[in-house]
């Protein structure tokens, strides 16, 4: 499998466990939690793979951070002016 490939399916669990984040309610909520830690793990494992082929200062910075950090300043920017309660819930 392309190592591009790996770093993308990183990308999108990593986005993933941290959106899970949200609904967590400090692990109360047992597949809620089990969804944030399974992505969490496997976000880090497909990173340590991708690292295999490629030198970490492009993995981390050009494949697994820079999306999601995109997608949460998007997020914070035009979500919450599409949200209902407007920024109440953020």
């Known amino acids: 499998m392309n190592v591009w490939i790996i770093l993308l399916l990183a ?3 990593e986005i993933g466990w941290a959106i899970g984040l949200k609904y967590i ?3 109360t909520k ?3 939690s089990v969804w944030t830690v399974f992505a969490y793990i496997a976000s880090i494992g497909l990173l340590a793979i ?3 082929q490629l030198p970490i200062g492009t993995a981390y910075p050009d494949g697994w951070e820079s999306e999601p950090s995109a ?3 998007l997020e ?3 979500w919450a002016s599409l949200h ?3 920024d ?3």
């Open 71 to 73: 997608q949460r300043s």
């Open 88 to 90: 109440c819930c953020f």
């Open 76 to 78: 914070s920017s035009s």
């Open 11 to 13: 990308e999108v669990l």
């Open 50 to 52: 991708a690292v295999r």
């Open 84 to 86: 209902p309660f407007g």
């Open 25 to 27: 309610d400090a692990f």
């Open 30 to 32: 047992f597949w809620p």
